[in-house]
Structures are given as C-alpha cells and as structure tokens.
C-alpha cells in the first residue's frame, strides 16, 4: 500500500509560478512511476505530467508542455511538478498518482491516489 500526500498548492496570479510536491511512503519508490493529474468542477480528471521510475524520462501533454516540469527524488520518496507561466484555466485540484512499472496517460491505470491540493489561478 503507498500513500501520497500532496503539498504546495495555493492561490497564485496569472503568469506566476508554483511548485507542487508529493510525499510517497512506499520505501521501494522507485519502482513506480508517477504522475500529476488535476480535475476542475464540473470537468474529467486531466493527465498533466508523468515521469518514469528512475526519472529519467517525462511525458506531458500539450496543455501543460514548456510551462510544466515534472521530476522525483527517489532518496526522498517525492516527486515534484514545477508550474510556470500559469493560467487561470489551470486552476484545479492537483492529484498525484503512483503506479507500478510503466507510466500512463490514463486515471484508470494508477492504483493509488493522493488525496489532492488545490491550486487557483485568479486572472
């Protein structure tokens, strides 16, 4: 069983930046790959990021690419998203999700979840 907890989110103006960190518990961290997914009201829960075991290599969408970075420290257990030039269409809640193994675009294929933090983008 691996926890997640998710810190660092917060309200922050058009343009700014915020960095978002996930805290693991599993001891064996890296073997799983991670991911940052974000649901706004009303909306599907979205792929932001990806990053895979070792971290070395990440994945994004076009929505988030060359504004988001996404990396892990596996000494640590914690992976991070780095987010850049942002945009009030941006605000959501921001989940991180672990998996075994490979990564994957798709919320249906992470088995554990954090619980989520909220980041608001105001105009």
């Known amino acids: 069983q691996v926890q997640l907890v998710e810190s660092g989110g917060g309200l922050v103006q058009a343009g700014g930046s915020l960095s978002l960190s996930c805290a693991a518990s599993e001891g064996t961290f890296n073997n799983y790959a991670m991911a940052w997914f974000r649901q706004a009201p009303g909306k599907e829960r979205e792929f932001v990021a990806a990053?895979?075991?070792?971290?070395?290599?990440?994945y994004y969408p076009g929505s988030t690419k060359d504004r988001f970075t996404i990396s892990r420290d596996n000494a640590e257990n914690t992976v991070y998203l780095q987010m850049n030039s942002l945009k009030p269409e941006d605000t959501a809640v921001y989940y991180c999700a672990a998996r075994r193994l490979e990564y994957s675009r798709s919320q249906y294929d992470y088995r554990y979840w954090g619980r989520g933090t909220q980041v608001t983008v105001s105009s």
């Open positions: 990053i895979n075991w070792s971290g070395g290599s990440t």
